[in-house]
């Protein structure tokens, strides 16, 4: 039972919608397997980050008010960022695309994008205090087994996603090529907003 609800949730928690799928299916379809790979390997290092601290006992730093209103101003700075850069760029991926030439992209950039995205988030830290909460005093809950499942079922899905994000990238067409960095650059910016307004709502609670 652990094994298999850990696999569930590691499943739904990188398959839920948000800013580093949104990232992971951009540079998917601009720089292949290898970009979007790297996204959601940055990815990790905000999961991994979260839980070790959560997890050993950090918990306390991690409900700091400033500490959870520095990150969610990172990530609405990011996210608006990467949102007008790829509006931006939409113009250029579509030139390549119609002449088939690859994108330039950066493996190490893409990383670091995945990183950031991750670390900046919120509503990360929210969900590893909610799950470590879990694990440390449920006494049904085999620990170790529930998230090893975990990281297990949240590897199988980011492969999933960079799988289908490079899948069509020899299959664009120009114009699907600007729709998608359309869609893909205000989805980000529709996050940073969303992120904003609930900082908004904290502050004005707080």
């Known amino acids: 039972m652990d094994v298999t609800s850990g696999l569930i949730l590691g499943i739904v928690y990188v398959a839920a919608p948000g800013p580093i799928n949104v990232e992971t299916i951009r540079q998917g379809v601009k720089g292949g397997f290898i970009a979007s790979l790297a996204v959601q390997t940055g990815s990790s290092i905000g999961l991994i980050l979260y839980a070790l601290l959560a997890l050993l006992g950090a918990g306390l730093v991690l409900q700091e008010a400033a500490w959870q209103l520095a990150a969610g101003l990172s990530g609405m700075a990011v996210l608006f960022y990467l949102g007008i850069t790829t509006i931006r760029d939409g113009r250029n991926l579509a030139t390549h695309t119609a002449a088939h030439v690859p994108v330039e992209t950066s493996a190490r950039r893409a990383f670091g994008t995945g990183a950031i995205l991750s670390l900046a988030s919120p509503l990360e830290i929210l969900f590893w205090l909610s799950l470590s909460s879990r694990v440390l005093h449920d006494p049904a809950l085999d620990g170790p087994v529930f998230l090893s ?31 998608i ?25 707080g």
């Open 181 to 205: 960095s359309w869609a893909c650059g205000l989805a980000l910016i529709a996050f940073g907003l969303k992120l904003g307004l609930s900082i908004g709502r904290h502050l004005m609670i």
């Open 149 to 179: 499942a975990f990281f297990m079922g949240c590897i199988a899905m980011s492969l999933v996603i960079v799988l289908f994000a490079s899948f069509w990238r020899s299959r664009l067409t120009a114009r699907a090529a600007r729709v």
